[in-house]
Nanobody, 116 residues
Framework: QVQLVESGGGLVQPGGSLRLSCAASGFTFYSYAMSWYRQAPGKERELVAGITSTGGSTNYADSVKGRFIISRDNAKSTVYLRMNRLKPEDTAVYYC?????????WGQGTQVTVSS
Protein backbone atom coordinates (compact mmCIF):
# COMPACT_ATOMS: atom_id res chain seq x y z
CA GLN A 1 0.00 0.00 0.00
CA VAL A 2 1.00 3.62 -0.36
CA GLN A 3 3.31 4.78 2.39
CA LEU A 4 4.67 8.29 2.89
CA VAL A 5 7.14 9.01 5.69
CA GLU A 6 8.11 12.60 6.45
CA SER A 7 11.20 13.67 8.36
CA GLY A 8 13.32 16.74 8.99
CA GLY A 9 11.07 18.89 11.09
CA GLY A 10 12.12 20.59 14.30
CA LEU A 11 12.56 23.84 16.17
CA VAL A 12 14.28 26.66 14.31
CA GLN A 13 14.76 30.36 14.94
CA PRO A 14 13.14 32.96 12.69
CA GLY A 15 15.24 33.43 9.58
CA GLY A 16 16.59 29.90 9.76
CA SER A 17 16.27 27.00 7.35
CA LEU A 18 15.10 23.40 7.35
CA ARG A 19 14.84 20.66 4.76
CA LEU A 20 11.95 18.25 4.95
CA SER A 21 12.04 14.85 3.27
CA CYS A 22 9.25 12.47 2.33
CA ALA A 23 10.16 8.89 1.47
CA ALA A 24 7.51 7.19 -0.64
CA SER A 25 6.79 3.52 -1.29
CA GLY A 26 4.01 1.27 -2.51
CA PHE A 27 3.44 3.01 -5.85
CA THR A 28 5.33 4.06 -8.97
CA PHE A 29 6.65 7.30 -7.51
CA TYR A 30 8.02 8.66 -10.77
CA SER A 31 4.54 8.59 -12.34
CA TYR A 32 2.83 10.97 -9.92
CA ALA A 33 2.90 14.58 -8.93
CA MET A 34 3.65 15.19 -5.26
CA SER A 35 2.71 17.95 -2.86
CA TRP A 36 3.48 19.37 0.56
CA TYR A 37 0.69 20.67 2.76
CA ARG A 38 0.72 22.18 6.23
CA GLN A 39 -1.74 22.62 9.05
CA ALA A 40 -1.34 25.13 11.84
CA PRO A 41 -3.29 24.85 15.11
CA GLY A 42 -6.89 25.92 14.62
CA LYS A 43 -6.49 26.31 10.87
CA GLU A 44 -7.35 24.24 7.83
CA ARG A 45 -4.76 22.23 6.00
CA GLU A 46 -3.32 24.26 3.14
CA LEU A 47 -1.27 23.52 0.04
CA VAL A 48 2.31 24.73 0.35
CA ALA A 49 3.97 23.44 -2.82
CA GLY A 50 3.54 20.92 -5.62
CA ILE A 51 5.80 19.31 -8.18
CA THR A 52 5.03 17.36 -11.33
CA SER A 53 6.09 13.75 -11.83
CA THR A 54 9.26 14.69 -13.72
CA GLY A 55 10.05 17.68 -11.54
CA GLY A 56 9.79 19.94 -14.53
CA SER A 57 7.14 22.19 -13.05
CA THR A 58 6.46 23.44 -9.55
CA ASN A 59 3.90 25.65 -7.87
CA TYR A 60 3.85 27.44 -4.51
CA ALA A 61 1.48 29.17 -2.16
CA ASP A 62 1.95 32.92 -2.27
CA SER A 63 2.97 32.90 1.38
CA VAL A 64 6.06 30.78 0.71
CA LYS A 65 6.97 31.80 -2.83
CA GLY A 66 10.62 32.83 -3.03
CA ARG A 67 11.46 31.18 0.31
CA PHE A 68 10.58 27.48 -0.15
CA ILE A 69 11.80 25.10 -2.83
CA ILE A 70 10.19 21.75 -3.63
CA SER A 71 12.24 19.10 -5.40
CA ARG A 72 12.26 15.36 -5.95
CA ASP A 73 14.64 12.50 -6.57
CA ASN A 74 12.79 9.81 -8.52
CA ALA A 75 15.68 7.37 -8.12
CA LYS A 76 15.21 7.58 -4.35
CA SER A 77 11.40 7.93 -4.41
CA THR A 78 11.75 11.01 -2.22
CA VAL A 79 10.34 14.50 -2.36
CA TYR A 80 11.92 17.40 -0.48
CA LEU A 81 10.91 20.81 0.79
CA ARG A 82 13.71 23.26 1.41
CA MET A 83 12.44 26.05 3.66
CA ASN A 84 14.48 29.25 3.92
CA ARG A 85 13.97 32.49 5.81
CA LEU A 86 11.45 30.81 8.07
CA LYS A 87 8.87 32.91 9.89
CA PRO A 88 6.84 32.20 13.03
CA GLU A 89 3.75 31.91 10.84
CA ASP A 90 5.34 28.92 9.09
CA THR A 91 4.84 26.95 12.31
CA ALA A 92 2.68 23.93 11.47
CA VAL A 93 2.62 20.22 10.93
CA TYR A 94 3.86 19.56 7.40
CA TYR A 95 2.40 16.68 5.40
CA CYS A 96 3.47 14.95 2.24
CA UNK A 97 0.69 14.13 -0.22
CA UNK A 98 0.24 11.84 -3.21
CA UNK A 99 -2.99 11.78 -5.22
CA UNK A 100 -3.32 8.43 -6.94
CA UNK A 101 -6.43 7.62 -8.95
CA UNK A 102 -8.16 10.56 -7.26
CA UNK A 103 -7.41 9.17 -3.80
CA UNK A 104 -5.27 11.24 -1.46
CA UNK A 105 -2.59 9.55 0.61
CA TRP A 106 -0.88 11.33 3.49
CA GLY A 107 2.12 10.83 5.67
CA GLN A 108 2.02 11.13 9.45
CA GLY A 109 3.35 14.69 9.31
CA THR A 110 6.39 16.39 10.76
CA GLN A 111 6.24 19.33 13.16
CA VAL A 112 7.98 22.56 12.23
CA THR A 113 8.19 25.21 14.94
CA VAL A 114 9.68 28.62 14.21
CA SER A 115 10.38 30.48 17.42
CA SER A 116 13.08 32.42 19.17
Amino acid sequence: QVQLVESGGGLVQPGGSLRLSCAASGFTFYSYAMSWYRQAPGKERELVAGITSTGGSTNYADSVKGRFIISRDNAKSTVYLRMNRLKPEDTAVYYCNARINRIDSWGQGTQVTVSS
